[in-house]
């Protein structure tokens, strides 16, 4: 199995594996979860990638006028999802900067869909826990919406929170070519996010409980997306 980070295409940014980090259990698997920008962009060759990868399902997280001006491009043997992370807010009512390149007004973004996307934070994260193989979930720019998953999945196995808010953060030095869009994703917007969650439910992993994944999905998670490994005990060796 090829072992990459960020993978480099034509017509899709920001594709990177979640594998490779630190959790409670081990180490988070290559190959398993993978985000990305949208795909209305992708050449041939970055398809042809995609299937030799094997993604076996793709979520995609935007609003359903994005997905209808700029759908994406299909990908042999994955089944495809829509389900906007936003839920009830519209898109005038999104309360960020955008105008400010490198804004620390995401968060406030960030509390909408928290607070008031629940059940398609629930359908996003159970859709990628159910995927046959590998998924790969992303919005537009890969680093909002799409980011706001990977924390909680990154989360929900014990990733620590430096990881996590620096595999947010390295979103903005993907996309400069791929967007128009110059509001970045400065560590604060994910750090203080994240600080929130845990102050007010504990953890991520009460925070997807409270939205309604169910323990024996989370345990499904673990197991899918951890490879064990003691850390301690091969310190001591």
């Not at 076996?56 to 609003?63: A, E, K, N």
């Not at 009460?206 to 024996?216: R, V």
Request: charged share 25%.
């Amino acid at each position: 199995m090829v072992i990459c980070r960020h993978y480099p295409m034509k017509g899709i940014s920001n594709f990177r594996d979640l594998g490779g980090y630190a959790c409670k259990d081990g180490i988070t698997g290559w190959g398993v979860f993978f985000r990305s920008t949208s795909l209305h962009k992708a050449m041939n060759e970055d398809i042809q990638l995609l299937e030799h990868i094997g993604i076996s399902r793709i979520l995609d997280l935007r609003y359903p006028h994005e997905r209808e001006k700029m759908p994406d491009l299909l990908v042999k043997g994955a089944d495809w999802l829509g389900i906007s992370l936003m839920g009830p807010v519209a898109v005038e009512e999104i309360r960020v900067n955008d105008q400010v390149e490198d804004t620390r007004t995401l968060i406030r973004m960030y509390r909408q869909i928290i607070n008031g996307a629940r059940v398609e934070i629930r359908d996003s994260v159970k859709a990628i826990i159910e995927a046959d193989g590998p998924a790969l979930f992303h919005c537009a720019a890969g680093k909002d919406r799409t980011g706001i998953i990977a924390m909680l999945l990154l989360g929900a196995v014990g990733v620590s929170r430096e990881d996590i808010i620096a595999d947010y953060e390295v979103s903005h030095h993907y996309i400069r070519t791929f967007t128009q869009d110059i509001s970045g994703s400065h560590g604060s917007n994910m750090q203080k996010m994240y600080d929130e969650i845990v102050k007010k439910w504990g953890s991520v992993e009460d925070f997807l409980l409270e939205c309604g994944i169910t323990q024996e999905e989370l345990l499904r998670l673990n197991k899918k997306f951890v490879i064990p490994y003691d850390f301690k005990e091969t310190a001591k060796k």
